[in-house]
């Protein structure tokens, strides 16, 4: 049995064979639907039910909450049609898209950033040109290994593309990259996906936030703002567990010190000792400088307890949610246990 999905006010509808989901058939039919994850963890794909009936397997309560289902808002990358339905992707008109490239790259430069981050740098071998905005991410495959998904840390004109990969104790592919990948070898890129993209029309105050090798994303949003002569206000947070786990702090440093509209902001969660950093929680440093959002867009990407706690901690600060852009990094235990809690 198929049923018809109407994406309402774009004229556009396709067919969902049963047991398929929204998004995957949208895309297989090449109708242009915002996604990023595709696996219930980012909300990129989060659209208005008008009618029918639907089905979701399990998703994040980070990419949809129960308040937002109750208002009949659905994940369409985790809903299986019942019925025929008419829907509307709710962040269409921000939709951005970037053709969909293949490329294989060849790691032209290795650096151990910290004890357990690398930063592995690629030249497009094939495939190019690579067109992505600043914040999205891609699929990366490593010799024989399941693809994962990284942030790129470059600006989208450089040539050489950046990512910032953290060892995943007893993962399947981040023990290779840290102790095995070497110059020369190829790597498998695809993408770009995600929605937490720079908004380069915003002209207000921005408030960034990283935490661990979130830091990629939010280093390509900063860096194209900066090119693009950015003006407004803008503050990094850096979250991190202890100083050693702290990288990247002279070049933000020293951005700090040629721009006054930029501030740099490393806070350690467990100094562990005496430190003059910021100590505390991420979400708590924001909260302890600022008293009214509004206006503000923020961009946010990490750990999902970190970026989940700070989008809540900004919302209460004024910050509408449509102007908070947010990538959390799940693991794949991460997005496991989310499949057990269901
Ligand atoms: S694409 Fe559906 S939640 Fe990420």
Redesign the pocket.
Known sequence: MNYKVTIRDKNAAFVVAMGKTI?ESALGQDIDF?????????????SILHSGDVEMSP??DY??TSEEKERGLI????SVPWSDCELSPIDEDEAIVHANRQLICEVIDLEQATHDIQIVRLKISAGGPYDFSAGQYAAVTFQDLPPRDYSMANIPADNILEFHIRLVPGGAVTPYVLNELKTGDQVLVQGP?G?AYYRDSHRGPIIAAAGGSGLAPIKSILDTAFAKGAKQPITLYFGVREERDLYMTDYFNELTNSRDNFDFIPVLSEPGSETKRRTGFLADAVAADFTDLDGYKAYLAGPPIMVESTVEKLKLLGLDRSDCHADAFYTEADKKKLEEKA
């Not at 915002?34 to 989060?46: D, E, L």
């Not at 994940?75 to 985790?78: I, N, Q, S, V």
Request: aromatic share 8%.
């Open positions: 998004l915002p996604h990023g994850c595709r696996s219930g963890n980012c909300g990129a794909c989060k998703y994040s990419a949809l994940l369409a990358c985790r996906f929605t």
